[in-house]
């Protein structure tokens, strides 16, 4: 990957960060991760971490196993997250027909209150129910991006070719990289 499309990438996942008002400090992670899977230069040693909490359902290698760039390196129990996928996607598609529905309810106060039958207060209170609905649904798309962004994140693929130098995990590990990242594995880079 070349500087330049490092940029874009960079420049893409802060677009959508900002659109959401993503979680920052996710942000700032992957920012990190792109650049550290393009500067990777000949043997060095590079600890590899990830974003994500949860715990260590299986690790696919060992010390001394050479990995390309892509290969999977470990996994996350995903039992929780894809509960909470399922979780958001539902709340999504009942905040869309609220949404709907507030909205037609706030189309028919304005025709009312423009032929004079509905007075400025019921018209203020459509309108309110209406913001409240926007709301909710906002509320329920940036759940449903964090649940995306769970799943995607509960796998650990290598960023470049390389040796494992060393595993720190294990399998049924609880890692929690709320506060700091901890290193998961070590792999020594090569061309």
Request: no cysteine; aromatic share 8%.
């Amino acid at each position: 990957m070349n500087r330049k499309t490092m940029n874009q990438q960079k420049q893409k996942i802060i677009s959508k960060a900002l659109k959401h008002k993503y979680l920052t400090a996710l942000t700032a992670i992957a920012l990190l991760m792109i650049s550290i899977n393009v500067t990777a230069s000949e043997n060095t040693d590079y600890e590899i971490t990830s974003p994500f909490s949860g715990v260590i359902k299986h690790i696919y290698i060992s010390t001394g196993n050479a990995v390309k760039k892509g290969d999977l390196l470990l996994e996350f129990d995903d039992t929780l997250i894809v509960s909470n996928l399922s979780e958001a996607q539902s709340t999504i598609r009942l905040a869309k027909l609220n949404r709907a529905e507030a909205k037609k309810e706030f189309q028919r106060a304005e025709e009312l209150y423009d032929r004079t039958v509905l007075s400025e207060h019921e018209l203020q209170q459509a309108k309110v129910l209406y913001a409240k609905a926007e709301a909710q649904y906002a509320k329920a798309e940036n759940k449903l991006i964090h649940a995306q962004w769970n799943i995607k994140h509960s796998k650990l693929y290598a960023g470049f070719t390389g040796k494992v130098s060393r595993v720190y995990s294990y399998p049924g590990q609880y890692v929690n990289n709320q506060f700091s990242v901890q290193p998961l594995l070590q792999i020594k880079s090569s061309k």
